[in-house]
């Protein structure tokens, strides 16, 4: 099974004809077709099926699809790996994880000590492993750890804060750590309950016996700070603050609320020893800046307390 060939296969999965194949790979497509049914008698199963409008793939096609898929993608990042040994590129790793994350923590990491990664791809917390799985990524950065056989690092946590104008009156009491409780005597805008922060929220009020009635949820954070800003109330959220907002770390019961930070990659990855060394440095770096922002500081200059600590040993 030669891997030029599994790569025309693909070609033809992904563009529907054997034309339009050849013209991607620059093969001619006699070639292409004459070197699928070899791969067919190989296998012993029909892939593909010529129809007047096209091809289409049979059951064992599809079936075949991923496998075709991770063959050439392992023997790409085999390629990758012996390249950057033998010194003629660097290694490369694409992440995906939240938005959030890309904007708090890959961004000014790469920007701060460069590579090695070199691509980050936005989606939602409950898809990244999903990502990593289907083999788009190398690393899969969440709020909560992937699924059992891959291997995982906590990178650290992220304290969540009440944010609000520096004219409200939590804001004017000080800067220290606030009590959840404190929260219930005013206006409250939230994430969704999809969010890592908002179940953190809502569990530490449940234990508390003080359900929740946000006065506005919102599916981006920055919206829930724009709606601070604006006057609607305090937002609750993770992220670092933006439009002038000041910032109380909140506690539940004397307790630091925060969430954490999960990278999880395959442990049979080519580059398993670089990843984990990678994602070691990652994690130290978002523990001394508080993934991005240096303890001590805040936009406007005025000060507010460094983060509590927060445990970043290795899962076994």
């Known amino acids: 099974m030669e891997l030029r060939v599994l790569r025309y296969f693909l070609a033809v999965v992904d563009t529907g004809s054997m034309t339009a194949a050849a013209a991607r790979v620059h093969v001619a497509q006699p070639s292409i077709s004459r070197q699928l049914r070899s791969l067919e008698r190989e296998l012993g199963a029909e892939l593909l099926r010529r129809t007047a409008s ?3 793939l049979t059951a064992a096609g599809r079936r075949f699809v991923p496998v075709a898929r991770d063959l050439t993608l392992r023997a790409a990042r085999g390629t990758e790996l012996l390249q950057a040994v033998s010194g003629h590129s660097p290694l490369q790793f694409r992440v995906a994880c939240p938005n959030s994350t890309i904007t708090h ?3 000014p990491f790469v920007a701060e000590l460069g590579g090695p990664f070199t691509d980050a791809r936005g989606c939602e917390p409950d898809e990244v492993y999903e990502r990593l799985r289907a083999g788009d990524v190398d690393i899969g950065i969440s709020t909560g750890p992937p699924p059992g056989g891959m291997a995982v690092r906590r990178l650290g946590g992220r304290r969540i804060s009440a944010q609000m104008p520096a004219t409200h009156p939590m804001a004017l009491e000080g800067n ?3 009590e959840l409780a404190s929260l219930l005597e005013h206006p409250v805008i939230v994430s969704s309950r999809a969010s890592a922060v908002r179940r953190a929220l809502d569990t530490a009020l449940y234990e508390q016996g003080a359900p929740l009635r946000p006065a506005f949820e919102s599916q981006s954070e920055a919206m ?7 006057g609607h109330g305090v937002c609750v959220v993770a992220d670092h603050p933006q439009f002038d907002l000041s910032v109380r770390p909140l506690t539940g019961q ?3 609320l925060a969430i954490s930070l999960y990278a999880g990659w395959d442990p049979d990855h080519y580059a398993h020893e670089e990843i984990d060394a990678a994602v070691q440095q990652l994690s130290s770096w978002l523990m001394a800046n508080d993934g991005g922002r240096k303890p001590g500081s805040r936009p406007g200059g005025a000060p507010v307390p460094p983060p509590a600590p927060v445990d970043d040993r290795p899962v076994t």
């Open 105 to 107: 923590l890959m961004a």
């Open 176 to 178: 220290g750590d606030l």
């Open 54 to 56: 096209g091809v289409r």
């Open 224 to 230: 829930a700070q724009a709606l601070a800003a604006a």
């Open 254 to 256: 004397g307790r630091p």
